[in-house]
């Protein structure tokens, strides 16, 4: 009898720990309707002010990572992204965050389109090797007669296991902001701003 309940127990710790190591994927479906949401919240985060604006499709495309703290282990040194952000959205692995980054390279943002936004080429213009300042100039006739300018780019959101927390960089025209969203009451709203930059 004993034999049996050590046996139970110790394929009830086993089963619980392969469990934490895990990787639970956040689906592009859900990545798509979180990008939903913010983009078309026009009262409170105010990303866009309406969905005319361009967006690009081109997930980080020329943004740059914000500039990260110094490694506590080589002070001569910042610690990598992926630690960045595993830190900043208090997750324990970065495995998550690393897998996330990996998929997140495949997510097709033209599928926003579906959602009635106005998607500008930026991925295509790049791997053709569109000259930087031609891509501008294209934007700007594509905004010729609104009130629009510029375009509007983002990182694809990094999220925490509870998916209440997201790690996004937004960047339009000349400035742009590294931000903590957290969803609360169920709408998403600005935790914190990390950084924020104006060229």
Not at 13 to 37: G, I, M, P, Q
Not at 81 to 102: E, G
Request: aromatic share 10%.
């Amino acid at each position: 009898m004993r034999k049996t309940i050590f046996i139970l127990t110790f394929l009830t710790l086993c089963s619980c720990k392969d469990k934490e190591k895990e990787v639970v994927k956040v689906s592009d479906e859900f990545k798509l309707e979180f990008l939903n949401e913010i983009l078309s919240d026009t009262t409170e985060l105010k990303i866009l002010l309406s969905k005319q604006q361009l967006i690009s499709n081109f997930g980080s495309g020329y943004m740059a990572p914000p500039i990260l703290p110094l490694d506590p282990k080589n002070p001569r040194k910042t610690i990598n992204h992926t630690k960045f952000i595993s830190d900043t959205l208090n997750i324990m692995d970065t495995v998550f965050v690393k897998q996330q980054r990996m998929d997140n390279a495949k997510l097709d943002l033209n599928k926003l389109a579906d959602y009635g936004f106005k998607i500008f080429d930026l991925k295509g213009l790049a791997e053709n090797k569109v000259p930087y300042n031609s891509i501008l100039d294209k934007v700007d006739s594509l905004n010729v007669g609104t009130e629009n300018y510029s375009f509007l780019q983002f990182s694809v959101p990094i999220f925490n296991k509870k998916r209440n927390l997201v790690y996004i960089m937004l960047s339009q025209g000349s400035g742009g902001e590294t931000v903590i969203l957290e969803k609360v009451n169920g709408k998403w709203t600005k935790k914190y701003e990390i950084n924020n930059w104006v060229e």
